[in-house]
């Protein structure tokens, strides 16, 4: 498609239950960044890939964070055993060149998680 | 590490008035500057950016941004507001890493 797409759009998850997201990039694009976002907040980094490498994951805010891209596309944000503090809108990025460049940022619409 | 603060949590304005959200960022070196809106429901969108060069930067649906170094600043400005601009507004900064900080966000209400 031409832009990036999340999947699902909204998710609600028992609390211990484990949930995977989904991020299809737009084609091509190298760099995929995924974001947290919590209700009347602006996004907070989690994790960034190079095609299949990820090569930061300093924002994960625990390990039941776990993010993967093994073919150098699509990418799955999983989480374990969800906390109801996890409960926010989850952003795929992508861009198509190596990290932080001056083609800026195309978002997804994000998937909201809500864990009751 | 780069961070952003946004002053105004929200703005209301008249359409058709002027608009300027402010911007201020903390960086040690010269940062790349974004401007993203996000309306309910949606992913965020580029309005503009600075790298470099002309510090009057022009952008999407009008919008326009100036860089000014002395005051850390890169705030946000529209001539005349339409309804269609009320949506949440975010700057962001980025260091020439992979981690880009973004403020806790504008949101802009459109009185007719």
């Known amino acids: 498609g031409a832009g990036v797409s999340q999947s699902p759009r909204y998710k609600v998850a028992k609390r211990g239950q484990d949930v995977a997201l989904r991020c299809d990039p737009i084609?091509?694009?190298?760099?995929l960044f995924w974001y947290q976002q919590a209700l009347g907040q602006g996004p907070e980094f989690l994790t960034y890939f190079q095609n299949e490498a990820q090569l930061d994951k300093s924002g994960l805010p625990s390990d039941r964070f776990f993010a993967e891209r093994p073919e150098g596309s699509v990418s799955t944000l999983k989480i374990q055993r969800t906390q109801q503090e996890d409960s926010a809108v989850y952003l795929c990025?992508?861009?198509?060149?190596?990290?932080?460049?001056?083609?800026?940022?195309?978002f997804g619409s994000g998937t909201r998680l809500t864990v009751v | 590490a780069q961070s952003v603060t946004q002053p105004d949590i929200h703005i209301t304005v008249s359409e058709g008035a002027s608009l300027e959200l402010r911007c201020n960022y903390s960086?040690?070196?010269?940062?790349?500057l974004f401007w993203y809106v996000q309306s309910p429901g949606q992913g965020l969108q580029l309005l503009l950016k600075?790298?470099?060069?002309?510090?009057l930067v022009q952008g999407i649906k009008g919008f326009e941004a100036e860089f000014k170094r002395s005051q850390s600043s890169f705030n946000l400005r529209k001539p005349s507001v339409h309804w269609s601009d009320a949506a949440e507004y975010f700057c962001a900064v980025g260091a020439g890493n992979n981690d880009m900080r973004f403020g806790a966000g504008t949101r802009l209400t459109v009185k007719p």
């Open positions: 084609s091509g694009h190298v760099s």
């Open positions: 600075y790298f470099s060069g002309d510090t």
């Open positions: 990025a992508s861009t198509p060149g190596a990290g932080l460049s001056n083609y800026g940022y195309t």
């Open positions: 960086y040690g070196a010269t940062p790349y």
